[in-house]
């Protein structure tokens, strides 16, 4: 990118905040809801609308076909139950990757939004933070709708289902740090097309649509490496209540992914978003 | 204490050094020009001194402290009014300047009658819930303005204000940055047009390919590196140059240019009178007291606005 060498900036934690930030992350996020109503309500729509028609075409068409499968625990269930959790999981990293990504790079490079912002009291930590906050409302909002669908349809078994609105927010936060972090590398909108090639094959292979047990044991170490998989997993448990020593695995992996993508963004702020 | 102090401050993108090794201090209540032409480096060392764009080496205080590492507290004195304009375009006119004061973590209590006293400013009241989109380019370039003074702003970064302002919104716009200045505001401007340079700074550097080739103040500038007046005359594109030797004698210094040719002299319609009895007739011809122009063509050999 910039052949700028970042200076460490002075003053160990206080010093990095005192470079990076005026703790005034409220503003960018009242931003965020003032223009709310004058977003594109086509993407917003088509975003809860996404799942909701994969569960209604694939749960109950394909379900038609295959009739009951094996979900957690060993026990039977419908095929809609089984990818209706799943289907939850990938929303919520695809609504938390199309904000930190598409949507940080169109501001960045040709709204120009956050050049406008920067010029203020306003550090880039207080843009990022505000952004991803942004982000996760949007994605409670999906959970909240989609999780009401799942119960709705009677795909839901047990009250731990209301968990899966929570843990969807704990994907997105960690798909969400990671998305901007990469998205920091990516100078022109070819690259960032690189991020769906990444996700499809990682969406249709994660154990979403059917069980890992249908791939080669290599192939499913594999995709057990793989962030959706822990997602998907984690919300199928979820969706019937059912909990083993995996559920810990899970979501230690998605702190552990937080806690790492928040990291790393946080590294990669200042060539984010000071060139 | 000077309100900037740049010393060695350079920026390099890859190969190209944007701003090479430029120096600098700026006084209080100082009004301070940075000249050059597209790709000097003038909105390169804007954006440093905000602090949004990080150097690659020199040092630089903005009020004593180092916009990389202070950065908030830095820009929270500051009034940035950008090459383009950033505004957002999902907020109204008046929404604008309201949001970019939250920004600053100002409180509503002040930012509603600041927000209204700076729309009357930028003649934009009856504009106030125009959506951004609606408004033509001037507008903009105003809102602009008036957005950059919503935190009472103690330092004004300007740069290129004027661009895309008719001529007499622009001078609109110097007369309310005059008198900012009266009120103490620290003006730093960047711009390729003389005229605005000659108008607005009390001091400027004059910049080439990231360099710094001259400072002083606009009159300075002109009495050391050009003559009192400038003889423009033209003879034809053919004959221009063919001339010059025979014209050599009549000026202190001759630049050709493609259209004309100008003779620096002293006392212009005297050298006229001069080439007249040598038996050349020009065309046409002008004489006219020299300007930042006639210093930047003398001291990198190529025009301001090319
Ligand atoms: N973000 C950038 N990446 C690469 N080159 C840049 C960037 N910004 C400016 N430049 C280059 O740096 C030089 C100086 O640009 P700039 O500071 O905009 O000049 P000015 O404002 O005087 O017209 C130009 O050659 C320009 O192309
Ligand atoms: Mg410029």
Wanted: aromatic share 10%; charged share 20%; proline share 4%.
């Amino acid at each position: 990118m910039s052949a700028t060498t970042v200076r460490p900036v002075g003053g160990g934690v206080r010093g990095w905040f005192a470079a990076n930030s005026s703790g005034n992350v409220r503003a960018v996020v009242e931003r965020g809801f003032r223009v709310v109503g004058s977003q594109n309500w086509a993407i917003i729509v088509s975003g809860f609308f996404e799942p909701v028609l994969y569960l209604l075409s694939m749960g109950y068409g394909v379900g038609a076909l295959v009739g009951d499968v094996t979900g957690p625990g060993g026990h039977p269930i419908t095929y809609a139950a089984f990818i209706a959790p799943a289907l939850l999981a990938t929303s919520a990293m695809n609504g938390a990757l199309y904000d930190s990504t598409w949507n940080v790079f169109f501001k960045l490079r040709f709204a120009k939004l956050y050049q406008g912002m920067l010029a203020t009291s306003l550090g880039p930590l207080d843009v990022a933070a505000g952004e991803i906050f942004m982000a996760l409302f949007r994605g409670l909002l999906y959970a909240i709708g989609f999780t009401a669908v799942i119960a709705a349809l009677g795909l839901a078994t047990s009250w731990w289902a209301l968990a899966m609105i929570p843990v969807a927010l704990l994907i997105a936060l960690g798909f969400a740090s990671l998305g901007m972090a990469v998205t920091s590398y990516f100078t022109t909108f070819q690259q960032m097309d690189w991020i769906n090639i990444v996700l499809l094959p990682m969406f249709l292979f994660s154990a979403t649509l059917f069980p890992i047990s249908a791939f080669p044991e290599a192939v499913q170490w594999f995709i057990m490496a793989l962030p959706l998989w822990h997602g998907v997993e984690l919300m199928r448990q979820l969706s019937v209540g059912h909990f083993e020593a995996s559920t810990a695995v899970h979501l230690t992996y998605f702190v552990a992914l937080s806690v790492l993508g928040i990291a790393f963004t946080t590294r990669r702020l200042r060539s984010l978003f000071l060139r | 204490m000077p309100v900037i102090e740049a010393h060695a401050l350079t920026k390099t993108y890859g190969e190209l050094n944007a701003v090479d090794g430029i120096d600098f201090e700026v006084a209080p209540g100082e009004s301070f020009g940075l000249l050059g032409p597209n790709g000097a480096g003038k909105s390169t060392a804007m954006r440093m001194i905000g602090g949004t764009s990080l150097r690659t080496s020199g040092t630089l205080l903005v009020n004593g402290l180092d916009p990389e590492t202070h950065g908030p507290e830095v820009r929270a004195s500051l009034g940035v009014v950008p090459q383009t304009d950033n505004l957002d375009p999902e907020l109204k006119a008046r929404d604008n300047l309201l949001m970019y004061g939250r920004y600053f973590g100002l409180p509503y209590s002040y930012l509603r009658p600041k927000a209204d006293e700076l729309l009357e400013f930028a003649q934009l009241t009856d504009k106030a819930a125009e959506k951004v989109d609606n408004l033509s380019g001037g507008m903009k370039r105003r809102l602009t303005i008036a957005r950059s003074l919503i935190n009472d702003p103690s330092v004004l970064l300007l740069d290129e204000p004027t661009t895309g302002l008719d001529p007499q919104a622009r001078h609109i716009l110097w007369d309310r940055l005059f008198r900012l200045k009266e009120t103490g505001v620290t003006l730093i401007v960047t711009t390729h047009f003389m005229d605005e340079a000659e108008q607005l700074c009390d001091r400027l550097v004059v910049m080439d390919h990231g360099r710094i080739v001259a400072e002083g103040s606009p009159a300075s500038l002109i009495r050391q590196y050009s003559t009192r007046e400038v003889l423009e005359l033209r003879f034809g594109s053919e004959r221009n140059a063919a001339l010059v030797d025979r014209l050599r004698g009549f000026a202190t210094r001759i630049e050709a240019l493609p259209d004309r040719v100008l003779l620096y002299a002293e006392d212009g319609e005297e050298s006229l009178a001069a080439v007249r009895r040598d038996g050349l007739e020009p065309v046409t011809s002008l004489v006219r007291r020299s300007s930042l122009e006639d210093v930047f063509l003398r001291l990198t050999g190529r025009s301001l606005v090319e």
